[in-house]
């Protein structure tokens, strides 16, 4: 956990070690408060989301919401042109990620406010919460980038100065996520482990770690993630267009490429904790930008 002193927060999740990573205990909770706190997930799933560090639900958005999210993503990602919010695809030019969807787009902002979205992350966390980050990661048919296994709350905590993993992703299918087309893919439990990764984080490293398909920091070593796989396995989370995976910000995850002719888009929203509000990155220079990192 995080302790104060007179100055600034002890960490006890240090990473971007110089030498060798660990692979420690997580000293925080994952449903914070109370596995009967009100809300929309009932105490077995609270508790289930506990242990394996996701829930998963389906309709969560009907066919004209996801019309009107894919018509406005792509409308404004047209617009912005080359902006920094949006990150192309290293081989294909194609848009591979846009950033702060939910300041750029009236409609996504409107779906994350609804009790089955954020009342959710409210009865995780057991406080208010603001959006840290929100994105629509498009990973188009036939030239879809891998994203390679790494724990969010890593970089959140090493780039950002997010203190505790009081914090987690919803993801929304915008497009049927299968086991072909570069589903998520998540060792359930890892949540419980903090998995630090080995090198200082490079000035102004941020664009170069969205762009690439194995960021040279903030990855965790190898043989950690064969570890854990072999002590939990493998899950692969699939789901028809309107359906929701909810995540802890500690899981270690990851998808493969998509060369299938379908593409996989999905909205991002991640929901930190107001208590747990960001402060100075515990392990770089300065924070990211706000599209990024929202203060």
Request: charged fraction near 25%; charge should be negative; proline fraction near 8%.
């Given at each position: 956990m995080v302790t104060q002193t007179a100055t600034?927060?002890?960490?006890?999740?240090?990473?971007?070690?110089?030498?060798?990573?660990?692979?420690?205990?997580?000293p925080h909770p994952v449903v914070w408060g109370s596995m009967k706190n009100p809300g929309p997930l009932s105490p077995p799933e609270l508790r289930r989301y506990d242990e394996r560090g996701y829930h998963t639900a389906t309709a969560i958005l009907d066919d004209a919401d996801i019309r009107r999210c894919l018509e406005d993503v792509h409308r404004i990602t047209d617009r912005l042109g080359e902006d920094d919010r949006i990150?192309?695809?290293?081989?294909?030019?194609?848009?591979?990620?846009m950033f702060a969807v939910a300041q750029l787009s009236d409609v996504v902002a409107e779906i994350c406010s609804r009790d089955e979205i954020v009342g959710v992350a409210r009865q995780i966390l057991d406080?208010?919460?603001?959006?840290?980050?929100?994105?629509?990661?498009?990973?188009?048919?036939?030239?879809?980038?891998?994203?390679?296994?790494?724990?969010?709350?890593?970089?959140?905590?090493?780039?950002?100065?997010?203190p505790a993993p009081r914090a987690?992703?919803?993801?929304?299918a915008l497009t049927p996520n299968h086991s072909y087309n570069g589903a998520l893919m998540i060792i359930p439990g890892s949540h419980k482990k903090f998995v630090?990764?080995?090198?200082?984080?490079?000035?102004?490293?941020?664009?170069?770690?969205?762009?690439s398909y194995r960021?040279?920091?903030?990855?965790?070593?190898?043989?950690?993630?064969?570890?854990?796989?072999?002590?939990?396995?493998?899950?692969?989370?699939?789901?028809?267009a309107g359906s929701a995976l909810y995540f802890d910000s500690n899981c270690m995850h990851?998808?493969?490429?998509?060369?299938?002719?379908?593409?996989?888009s999905n909205l991002f929203v991640v929901f930190n904790a107001k208590s747990n509000s960001v402060q100075e990155p515990f392990g770089a220079a300065r924070p990211r930008p706000d599209h990024l990192a929202h203060r």
């Open positions: 600034r927060s002890v960490d006890v999740y240090r990473t971007r070690l110089a030498e060798h990573s660990q692979v420690e205990p997580r990150i192309r695809e290293p081989t294909s030019g194609d848009v591979r990620s406080d208010d919460v603001y959006i840290h980050q929100s994105r629509v990661n498009l990973k188009p048919g036939f030239a879809g980038g891998p994203f390679y296994w790494h724990s969010d709350f890593e970089t959140w905590h090493a780039e950002d100065g997010m987690l992703s919803v993801s929304i630090s990764c080995v090198g200082a984080t490079p000035d102004g490293y941020h664009r170069e770690s969205l762009v960021p040279p920091f903030g990855t965790p070593e190898e043989s950690d993630v064969t570890d854990l796989a072999d002590q939990s396995g493998i899950d692969t989370v699939t789901g028809a990851a998808s493969s490429g998509n060369i299938t002719p379908y593409p996989r």
